[in-house]
């Protein structure tokens, strides 16, 4: 998921570069693209040094001289916003750029709420039908990760069709419509977004040092970065690469390896087995199994159950699976032609991080399923071996993630490479990487933001920030300690104090079985009139109410709590208001009988006499249920202290 100064930055990048190859044109520009209206535009690519470049756009011409490294960029004003037009830019090469469009042009970043396509959700199959929109435009960045700024980003422009908006952000689609329509101009989505990612993986070095969090992280990927090598953007992969015996050619997934010397172990308790009980550690775990001639083999599934915490599967050298913790149970499909009849190799590969790693199912779970349904088995005997494990002299990777997880490698691979294109602004939709470090983030994402800023040269540009959505069981009892309420609060608490954001609520989107909530709609919505509100200036309501402060009310057996944004009063969406608790001095928590009294709630309870304190869905899954009459939720709060 890179203004004087910013350009001469830009030209040592491209000096110091990774790049397999500088096109005479960025790849940020092309055909179908959308540029920004109303305010200067920067165009770049490379040629040979000292070599006259010429571009013509909406009946201007304009040249400028590429520099010693072969850099050459043009500033230039668009035509009005509408189009299509066409740009054509001379020099050693010839380059007709058609279709372009001008109008608004949206970032759209984040992890893999982001990233999620349209095609899968609840509502799909009518809003891909209606997706036939030309003065929509997408541009698709590829993933591309950086120990240092690269200078040329990966991805291409087209216009929204059905089936090309089936497989862009979700929330990005439906945030650019609502804009679209109604703003009636041009509207370009830049989608820049991986699952998994951290805030500070896409924040540049520059904007991390000063926090002090990540100095030690930093400096991992400079001796990496100083070492050369592949670039994988996360450290896990580079501790194979040194420590993993297994890991050098892939070797001990081959079933034609010797292994006489390896332990006899069962799964559940391999690791225990080969001396490594509460230590991380990598194991290889190899099974013979004979099929008969007549078996089914098409179609077939290996089940490994619940595996703590990353495997890798391969039946008889062909990779059959992986995950890296999040799918769980394991079921992998096995691809066609690496079962078959006869004598058939198993070799997983399993990481455990935690003493109780490893496989955590019952034995009877892990089977391989024919398409006949019947059932082989995997439970029994094994042979194992170790990989590496953290004893000395060998010592633990910074992260075991095998994404993109680095700090700033996404900045370097990503945002830099597309930098100084100019935007409206950007709408960010990640957290959940970050979600235990609600403190830190409350100075990472700010850094982030002015990174950014920095970045693209455009001033304080509109910065529209997702809420984390509802997830995990609900919790039947309030009180304590909650990582994803403290991290909304963080997050709400950025959108307040960082000029020109704004916070856009899922709270009541989420599915407390999935980290991933198919509603989307809403969600970009909400962003759109965060944008229609706060950027294009319309007076219409764009957040849900917000905790302004509170009062005992009658004798103090009650609290009344005011709110801002409480627009034609408030509701409950359901028959009666929930979520709100209260405590005293001795901040023990029970749930409240709350009642709305115009722009303010009422709250109280029987066992605590005198309320000093009150909370709203201040849990990761809550039953939020108040909002305005604008359709928009309350956003949670406490008032028991803040970090």
């Not at 520059?206 to 990927?221: C, I, K, S, T």
């Not at 159950?305 to 008889?316: Q, S």
């Not at 000093?612 to 899954?621: D, E």
Request: aromatic share 10%; net charge neutral; hydrophobic share 35%.
């Amino acid at each position: 998921m890179k203004l004087t100064i910013l350009l001469i930055t830009l030209s040592a990048v491209s000096i110091c570069r990774g790049d397999d190859a500088l096109p005479f044109i960025s790849p940020v520009f092309g055909d179908h693209m959308v540029l920004q209206r109303d305010k200067p535009n920067t165009i770049w690519g490379w040629t040979r040094p000292n070599t006259e470049v010429r571009l013509e756009f909406g009946g201007k011409g304009i040249q400028t001289v590429s520099g010693d490294d072969g850099r050459w960029s043009i500033r230039f004003i668009p035509p009005p916003a509408g189009g299509p037009y066409t740009m054509v830019v001379d020099g050693p090469q010839h380059r007709e750029l058609s279709n372009v469009l001008v109008g608004d042009v949206w970032l759209c970043s984040g992890q893999s709420n982001m990233e999620f396509p349209l095609h899968r959700t609840i509502d799909a199959g009518d809003a891909i039908k209606n997706a036939g929109h030309s003065s929509i435009r997408f541009f698709t960045a590829t993933s591309q990760v950086g120990y240092r700024p690269l200078a040329v980003p990966k991805g291409s422009w087209g216009s929204c069709t059905p089936e090309s908006a089936a497989n862009f952000s979700a929330v990005g689609y439906h945030f650019g419509l609502r804009i679209h329509e109604d703003q009636k101009v041009p509207i370009g989505l830049v989608q820049c977004a991986i699952g998994g990612t951290p805030a500070e993986s896409w924040t540049s070095e520059n904007a991390l040092r000063p926090l002090g969090d990540f100095n030690q992280p930093l400096d991992e990927v400079a001796r990496l970065r100083e070492r050369g090598g592949p670039q994988y953007g996360n450290f896990i992969a580079h501790w194979y690469d040194e420590y993993d015996r297994g890991h050098k050619d892939n070797s001990w997934f081959s079933p034609d390896l010797d292994d006489s010397d390896w332990a006899p172990v069962t799964l559940k308790g391999g690791f225990s087995q080969l001396g490594v009980p509460d230590t991380p550690a990598v194991a290889y775990f190899r099974k013979t199994i004979t099929l008969p001639d007549n078996a089914p083999t098409r179609g077939a599934k290996i089940h490994l159950g619940v595996v703590e915490r990353m495997d890798t599967v391969h039946i008889n050298g062909r990779w059959t699976g992986a995950s890296a913790w999040v799918e769980n149970p394991r079921a992998y499909s096995i691809p066609e032609g690496a079962l078959r009849p006869g004598k058939n190799v198993i070799v997983i590969r399993v990481l455990k991080s935690l003493p109780d790693g490893g496989f955590r199912s019952p034995g009877g779970q892990l089977k391989i399923s024919l398409a006949d349904k019947s059932e082989i088995p995997l439970d029994g005997d094994w042979l194992g071996k170790i990989g590496v494990d953290a004893r000395p002299p060998h010592p633990l990777p910074a992260g075991f993630e095998n994404w993109p997880v680095m700090p700033s490698v996404l900045y370097n691979g990503m945002i830099a490479p597309l930098s100084p294109l100019s935007l409206t602004g950007a709408i960010w939709y990640q957290g959940e990487a970050n979600a235990g470090r609600a403190a830190q983030y409350r100075k990472l994402l700010p850094a982030m933001i002015g990174d950014w800023r920095r970045t693209f040269g455009q001033g304080d540009f509109p910065f529209y920030i997702v809420s984390l959505a509802a997830y995990m069981p609900h919790r039947d009892q309030p009180g304590g300690t909650d990582a994803w309420a403290e991290f909304r609060d963080a997050q709400a608490f950025i959108s307040g104090t960082v000029k020109n954001s704004g916070l856009a609520l899922a709270i009541d989107k989420g599915d407390g079985g999935d980290i991933h909530p198919r509603d989307k709609r809403d969600v970009g919505e909400r962003l759109a009139l965060c944008a229609l509100a706060g950027h294009y200036g319309k007076e219409i309501p764009c957040s849900g109410p917000v905790f302004r402060s509170v009062e005992p009310a009658g004798s103090g057996e009650s609290l009344r709590i005011h709110f801002d944004h409480a627009e034609g009063g408030m509701v409950s969406s359901g028959p009666t208001l929930e979520e709100f608790s209260v405590a005293g001095d001795d901040l023990k928590w029970t749930w409240a009988k709350a009642r709305i009294e115009g722009n303010a709630v009422v709250v109280s309870s029987p066992t605590v006499p005198r309320p000093k304190y009150v909370r709203y869905a201040w849990q990761s899954n809550p039953k939020a249920t108040l909002y305005n009459k604008a359709g928009l939720p309350a956003v949670p709060f406490r008032t028991d202290g803040n970090p």
